[in-house]
């Protein structure tokens, strides 16, 4: 079998950075739903059209493939008064840009000063080249209802 629309695919993978450090090392096998459903970086999901378990790729995502450039425009500060009372470095906090209040962003807890905080809404990978390397362990056919459950499920989160 190969990969094609809708099949549930399991994928062994190693993430690494420019500077050939492992990003995932404890990391399980990913299993994503391929066809455009968002799940998985799209320029991966290309490469993986079509193979077969046991074929493998490695692929270099940029910035723009992967997490996104890095935006300063994330990075804001914020009085200690208008955030959590056990703020501490590296914690991560929900919130949102005044422009659009339904996108929720996660914000990670950088710095403390004083009477303010820095926090970053970018993902911690964002502006970074990465290297994804995968090897396919099983492909599925799965029915139209697990197809619709498993969209349903990642639309809620």
């Given amino acids: 079998m190969t990969i094609t629309k809708d099949a549930l695919v399991t994928l062994n993978y190693r993430l690494t950075n420019s500077e050939g450090e492992l990003l995932n090392p404890d990391q399980e096998p990913l299993i994503y739903l391929h066809g455009g459903h968002g799940h998985i970086f799209k320029k991966v999901e ?3 059209e079509g193979k077969s378990v046991g074929d493998s790729i490695c ?7 992967a997490f996104g450039e890095y935006d300063e ?13 056990e703020l501490f ?4 906090i929900d919130g949102y840009m ?9 914000y990670t807890v950088r710095e403390i000063h004083d009477d ?4 970053d809404g970018n993902h911690p ?3 970074e080249t990465l290297t994804f390397e995968g090897t396919i362990e099983d492909i599925q056919e799965i029915s139209e209802e697990a197809i619709r459950e498993i969209l349903e499920h990642h ?3």
């Fill in 98 to 106: 005044e422009e659009s209040p339904d996108d929720v962003i996660i």
């Fill in 46 to 48: 290309e490469a993986l």
């Fill in 59 to 65: 692929i270099t995502l940029s910035p723009a493939e």
């Fill in 125 to 127: 990978m964002a502006g």
């Fill in 155 to 157: 639309h809620h989160h």
């Fill in 116 to 119: 303010r905080a820095l926090l």
């Fill in 73 to 85: 425009e994330l990075v804001v500060e914020e009085p200690l008064t208008e955030l959590p009372d």
């Fill in 89 to 92: 470095v590296g914690m991560e």
